[in-house]
């Protein structure tokens, strides 16, 4: 639970289907944080550049404070709401969780973004993804979580690997989600399966 003298009125600008944003909402639904969502029209940004100086989402408003990027964002609310904890407690363990998110957002995600920008050598790309796999199925070795209890690597990787099991809905039309589908084909026996879904059963904020 959150004390109510925490309680500060959050908004986060949001467009459809944003896998970025996800990593919000699980974060907020996990914290129990009360988050006041802003549609935006995914074709003008004009709201999100004029609260953050820069067009992507999410973006996170809270009294005069504006967080954009959402590493940053997660870290914030670990930072403002610190119950239950994304991070463990243990600085070494610690240092792991934040050295993997940053490899994910660093260099895996540079994998789909370049393919579906057409950029570099596809083929490559394709085989370094589907080796990628192999990563997050062997965290998954005897534990229901990518580091033991649920936390910051979960929620920042979920709302991309979710493709490989969840798929695409009809009206999800963006080019990007796409790739994930076609570069991250699960084995059956995956232990990606059944991490998609619990996570995927978790609340969102
Ligand atoms: N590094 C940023 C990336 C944000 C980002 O790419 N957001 C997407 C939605 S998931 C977006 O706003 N895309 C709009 C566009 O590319 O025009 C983050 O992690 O928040």
Same mark, same amino acid.
């Given at each position: 639970?959150?004390?109510?003298?925490?309680?500060?009125?959050?908004?986060?600008?949001?467009?459809?289907?944003?896998?970025?944003?996800?990593?919000?909402?699980?974060?907020?639904?996990?914290?129990?944080?009360?988050?006041?969502?802003?549609?935006?029209?995914?074709?003008? #940004?004009?709201?999100?550049?004029?609260?953050?100086?820069?067009?992507?989402?999410?973006?996170?408003?809270?009294?005069?404070?504006?967080?954009?990027?959402?590493?940053?964002?997660?870290?914030?609310?670990?930072?403002?709401?610190?119950?239950?904890?994304?991070?463990?407690?243990?600085?070494?363990?610690?240092?792991?969780?934040?050295?993997?998110?940053?490899?994910?957002?660093?260099?895996?995600? #540079?994998?789909?973004?370049?393919?579906?920008?057409?950029?570099?050598?596809?083929?490559?790309?394709?085989?370094?993804?589907?080796?990628?796999?192999?990563?997050?199925?062997?965290?998954?070795?005897?534990?229901?979580?990518?580091?033991?209890?649920?936390?910051?690597?979960?929620?920042?990787?979920?709302?991309?690997?979710?493709?490989?099991?969840?798929?695409?809905?009809?009206?999800?039309?963006?080019?990007?989600?796409?790739?994930?589908?076609?570069?991250?084909?699960?084995?059956?026996?995956?232990?990606?399966?059944?991490?998609?879904?619990?996570?995927?059963?978790?609340?969102?904020?």
């Amino acid at each position: 639970m959150v004390p109510t003298e925490r309680l500060v009125l959050i908004r986060c600008f949001c467009v459809p289907f944003s896998t970025n944003v996800e990593r919000i909402a699980l974060a907020a639904g996990y914290k129990g944080i009360p988050i006041e969502w802003v549609d935006v029209e995914p074709d003008d #940004r004009s709201r999100v550049v004029a609260a953050s100086g820069q067009p992507l989402v999410p973006v996170l408003v809270a009294d005069d404070e504006v967080v954009a990027d959402s590493p940053r964002v997660l870290l914030w609310l670990e930072e403002r709401f610190p119950e239950p904890p994304l991070l463990p407690a243990d600085r070494a363990r610690r240092a792991e969780v934040l050295g993997f998110v940053d490899w994910f957002n660093r260099d895996w995600k #540079r994998l789909p973004n370049a393919l579906n920008d057409g950029e570099g050598d596809a083929a490559e790309h394709a085989a370094e993804m589907r080796r990628a796999v192999t990563v997050f199925e062997e965290r998954l070795s005897g534990q229901d979580y990518l580091f033991g209890e649920f936390g910051l690597a979960d929620v920042t990787v979920f709302p991309f690997l979710k493709y490989a099991a969840l798929g695409r809905r009809d009206d999800d039309t963006d080019p990007f989600h796409a790739v994930l589908v076609e570069h991250m084909q699960l084995a059956a026996g995956s232990p990606l399966h059944a991490w998609i879904a619990r996570v995927d059963a978790r609340p969102r904020g």
